[in-house]
Every structure is written in structure tokens, then in C-alpha cells.
Nanobody, 119 residues
Framework: QAQLVESGGGLVQPGGSLRLSCVGS????????MRWYRQAPGKERELVAS????????SYPDSVNGRFTISRENSKNTVSLQMNSLKPADTAVYYC????????????WGQGTQVTVSS
């Protein structure tokens, strides 16, 4: 019943931009910490962005800091990831996930959307 569905992935050239969206249903979206992860072939899953329930606190690792921006619109049960200045190293399947606390486990995961950065 609870569900997260990502969209917006695709093929983009280096230096380009993409905006990913994730829509939640079946749970109280506005009370959840939301996160974006990515996983590239041969690499461990990497947390790339987090946002608290009200959107007042965000967090990014050095690998994407300054290029990626997470945001949410609770009235639409949506969390987004704006990705700018994309690099081939950003190529991965991107997943959204939700947690009841900032440091807690994820209760819900999306199915993933492929992002490919290539010339």
C-alpha cells in the first residue's frame, strides 16, 4: 500500500541537468525524512541527499555538494532532486527513500530511475 515512485531519469550529456521527482502514497509523507540514494555498477549504494520533514534541513556528501539540491513539496507528497553540472561519475540508478527519523532506517523505497551521463 505504501509506495514511492521516482521519475525524471534519462540520458544527459556531461555538464547538463536533470530533475528527479518522487511521489509518495499510502503513508503520512509530511512526517518523514526523505532521502535520495544512488548505486552505480560495482559500487556500494551512496546517500546523495537528505531533507527533514519540513524541508528546513538538508544534507549532501562532498561528491554532490554544490551541484545537487533536494527539495520537497508536502502538499503534493513529492520530493525532488535537482542535479546540475552532471558528470559521467553521476551515472547510476537513483532511489528515493523515507525514514521516520533523521538517523533512522528507511521504511520505504522507490523502484529507482536510471540516470546516464555520457557524450
Amino acid at each position: 500500500q505504501a509506495q514511492l515512485v521516482e521519475s525524471g531519469g534519462g540520458l544527459v550529456q556531461p555538464g547538463g541537468s536533470l530533475r528527479l521527482s518522487c511521489v509518495g502514497s499510502g503513508f503520512i509523507f509530511s512526517t518523514y525524512v526523505m532521502r535520495w540514494y544512488r548505486q552505480a555498477p560495482g559500487k556500494e549504494r551512496e546517500l546523495v541527499a537528505s531533507i527533514d520533514s519540513l524541508g528546513g534541513i538538508t544534507s549532501y556528501p562532498d561528491s554532490v555538494n554544490g551541484r545537487f539540491t533536494i527539495s520537497r513539496e508536502n502538499s503534493k507528497n513529492t520530493v525532488s532532486l535537482q542535479m546540475n553540472s552532471l558528470k559521467p561519475a553521476d551515472t547510476a540508478v537513483y532511489y528515493c527513500a523515507g525514514s521516520r527519523t533523521w538517523g533512522g532506517r528507511n521504511d520505504y523505497w522507490g523502484q529507482g530511475t536510471q540516470v546516464t551521463v555520457s557524450s
